[in-house]
Every structure is written in structure tokens, then in C-alpha cells.
């Protein structure tokens, strides 16, 4: 079965500490993934996806299809940073495809 | 601005009544997506269009309708609201194409008594 685990609900951190937020995926073809932010009182964004391998407000993630992985990382987390993270999976090929949403992990980095 | 807008954004109702939430935008984009969140549950998909005539079941349709009035609306119905449809509701719309992102509405917090 398709699915995106995201295993931590609750991530807390202090300011200017590395911060990783874990998902993997379950697909056994060539997957698009997606790292969407939902700060507070906001629209839920998206943060970054895979195959722009660019890096956004600080946060990159990378790929590992060996691990079926796609952790978001930040060397020095920011207050601004705290945020409900979603990490989302669209499977298979064509058009017509969802996208498989992790649980979520929530964020806090403390002062 | 090209957006997504989601009318109520606050609606307190009673078990049984009738409810309809409703999402505008002006994005021209031919995809549009009902969500629900829930505490613990994350997003869970209602509904999704990928064009005026195409109306897809979700994971949790049971208990919701929608209609796709035009390109640019997509209504979401509670027949007969029930306690445990309160949550926080989505909109989302997406172009066609792969790697496109899903732009997502302000939210309807929806309460059921």
C-alpha cells in the first residue's frame, strides 16, 4: 500500500539547534514528494518539493530512495520555523494522481 | 491576487441540520480538492475534481456530497451534520501536471452540536 509515515507528532527544539523532520514513504516506483508547512493563523503552503532540490528558508530535503526517505533539515532552527510540517507523496505516473499525505509533525522551537 | 476563498469561515451548527461550505478561486486551475484535519489525523481527502465533470470519492466521503458548480467552484454538503464532522475544512486547488502544487484555502472551522 502507498503511504507517507511521519513518525515524530511532536518535535521541540531550541533556537539555533539542527532540526530533521522524518518521513518515508511506502511506493515502489519512482515517487514525487513534497514537503507542504502550515504555519499558525496561515494557509497551509508548500515548502518544498524533491525535484527542485532547492533549498527554502533554509530547509532542504533529500531523496533517498534506498531508505524511501525524504527528511526535512535545518542546520539552525529559527522561532519562525515553528510550524505544523507535512510531508505528501504523489504515486505512479499520468495526470490524474492525488497526493498521499503524511500525519503531520508539529514543530515548536523554543527560545 | 489570484486566490483561494472559502466561505464560512466559522460555522457553529446542530446535529442533523444541512451544511454547505463553499470554495472560489480564481487561480484558473482545473483541480480542486475537500479536505478535512483533525488533531493527530492530519489532512484527509473528501472529495477531489479534476474538471467541471469530474467528481471523485476520497478516503472519507461517507457522510459529505459536492458539486462542481463551474471550473472556478467547488461546494462541499454535510446532508445531515453529525458531532463528529467537526474539524477544520480545506479547500485546495492544482494545475494539471506533475510536480504542481496544491494552492490551499483559509479554512472552515465547522462545529457540530
Known amino acids: 500500500a502507498q503511504r507517507v509515515t511521519q513518525p515524530e507528532k511532536l518535535l521541540s527544539v531550541f533556537k539555533g539547534a539542527p532540526v530533521e523532520l522524518k518521513c518515508n514513504y511506502s511506493?515502489?516506483?519512482?515517487?514525487?514528494l513534497f514537503w507542504y508547512v502550515q504555519y499558525s493563523r496561515q494557509r497551509l503552503q508548500l515548502l518544498l518539493r524533491h525535484i527542485s532540490r532547492e533549498s527554502i528558508k533554509g530547509f532542504t530535503a533529500d531523496l533517498n530512495k534506498g531508505e524511501t526517505s525524504f527528511h526535512l533539515k535545518k542546520p539552525f532552527a529559527q522561532e519562525e520555523d515553528s510550524a505544523m510540517y507535512y510531508c505528501a507523496l504523489r504515486p505512479g505516473a499520468g495526470n490524474n494522481r492525488k497526493l498521499i499525505w503524511g500525519l503531520g509533525t508539529s514543530l515548536a522551537v523554543n527560545p | 491576487d489570484a486566490d483561494v476563498t472559502q466561505t464560512p469561515r466559522n460555522r457553529i451548527t446542530k446535529t442533523g441540520k444541512r451544511i454547505m461550505l463553499e470554495c472560489s478561486q480564481t487561480?484558473?486551475?482545473?483541480?480542486m480538492y475537500w479536505y478535512r484535519q483533525d488533531p493527530g489525523l492530519g489532512l484527509r481527502l473528501i472529495y477531489y475534481s479534476f474538471d467541471v465533470k469530474d467528481i471523485n470519492k476520497g478516503e472519507i466521503s461517507d457522510g459529505y456530497s459536492v458539486s462542481r458548480q463551474a471550473q472556478a467552484k467547488f461546494s462541499l454538503s454535510l446532508e445531515s451534520a453529525i458531532p463528529n464532522q467537526t474539524a477544520l475544512y480545506f479547500c485546495?486547488?492544482?494545475?494539471?501536471?506533475?510536480?504542481?502544487?496544491?494552492?490551499f484555502g483559509p479554512g472552515t472551522r465547522l462545529t457540530v452540536l
Open positions: 485546495a486547488t492544482s494545475d494539471r501536471g506533475s510536480y504542481n502544487e496544491q494552492f
Open positions: 511506493y515502489s516506483g519512482s515517487p514525487e
Open positions: 487561480k484558473g486551475h482545473d483541480r
